[in-house]
């Protein structure tokens, strides 16, 4: 056996891992790409027995890749999209884990593959399959979140996303720069928080943290391909990673 898994964030893969080879009780030979064109070059070069693919990619959405590739192997979904994505997922009968995901949720979704797959009941991604899911997913991400309700010792307080310069992963929650420089803790992962954004506005720009475009006041080169940023509101400086100096670039010329 063999799997390919396609997750851009590196927690949520080893996550990923960590219960395939705890369902399977041995260590499953595995390959794993973090952006559509790193999977592609996978795909087109090896066989899988099934896929465990996030939707949001370094460099796009997963189901571009899959509408380029022609492939018979099934896929299983893990992502934190829900609502319209959930039923498109559920009317086409593919398997589909919502994060944050339990290892329960992880057996049921590995079961149900082995139900479909077995009885000759799996039907395979195609054009129109595909067209679905992503006009499913454009109907989702056309009202993205406006605010956050943030908890304080004194009460509740909301947070506008558009007064927000930087979030910043920290364990099982993160927390959000405001433009005057005031932090808010918001119990969500990173992974959840970024599937809420505008992608035009936001950008994951390292495995920790996400910036607000409207918020960037200097950019300056770095070593190794990186880029540092000056985020208003934020003492310190961010910075790019090497794998995603590339795609940020392209994205701010949007």
Same mark, same amino acid.
């Given at each position: ?126 054009? %129109? $399959? #595909? ?5 499913? @997913?454009?109907? /989702? ?5 406006? !605010?956050?309700? =943030? ?36 119990? %969500? $992962? #990173? ?5 809420? @954004?505008?992608? /035009? ?5 390292? !495995?920790?943290? =996400? ?26 400086k961010a910075m790019t990673s090497s794998s995603t100096t590339a795609v940020f670039r ?5």
């Open positions: 056996m063999k799997v390919l898994i396609l997750e851009d964030e590196i927690p949520a893969y080893q996550k990923l891992v960590l219960y395939l080879n705890g369902f399977f009780k041995e260590e499953i030979p595995h390959d794993w790409a973090r952006s559509i064109t790193d999977g592609e070059k996978l795909l087109t070069q090896n066989k899988y027995d099934f896929i465990l693919s996030d939707i949001q990619l370094l460099d796009g959405i997963s189901f571009d890749l899959f509408d380029d590739v022609s492939i018979d192997t099934p896929i299983i979904f893990c992502s934190a999209h829900d609502e319209y994505l959930f039923k498109a997922f559920n009317t086409n009968g593919i398997a589909y884990i919502l994060k944050p995901y339990s290892k329960a949720d992880f057996n049921k979704a590995i079961e149900k593959y082995q139900s479909l797959f077995n009885q000759g009941d799996y039907n395979k991604l195609n054009h %129109q $399959t #595909l067209t679905s899911l992503k006009s499913a @997913l454009q109907q /989702e991400n056309s009202t993205f979140k406006k !605010r956050f309700v =943030i908890k304080k010792a004194k009460g509740i307080q909301l947070l506008n996303v558009s007064e927000i310069s930087l979030i910043t992963a920290s364990g099982d929650f993160c927390i959000a720069t405001d433009l005057e420089g005031k932090k808010h803790s918001i119990s %969500q $992962t #990173l992974g959840v928080i970024l599937q809420q @954004l505008n992608p /035009e506005k936001f950008f994951k720009i390292n !495995r920790s943290e =996400i910036i607000n475009i409207d918020f960037i006041e200097n950019i300056e080169s770095h070593f190794k391909n990186r880029l540092l940023l000056k985020i208003k509101g934020s003492k310190e392209k994205w701010l010329e949007q």
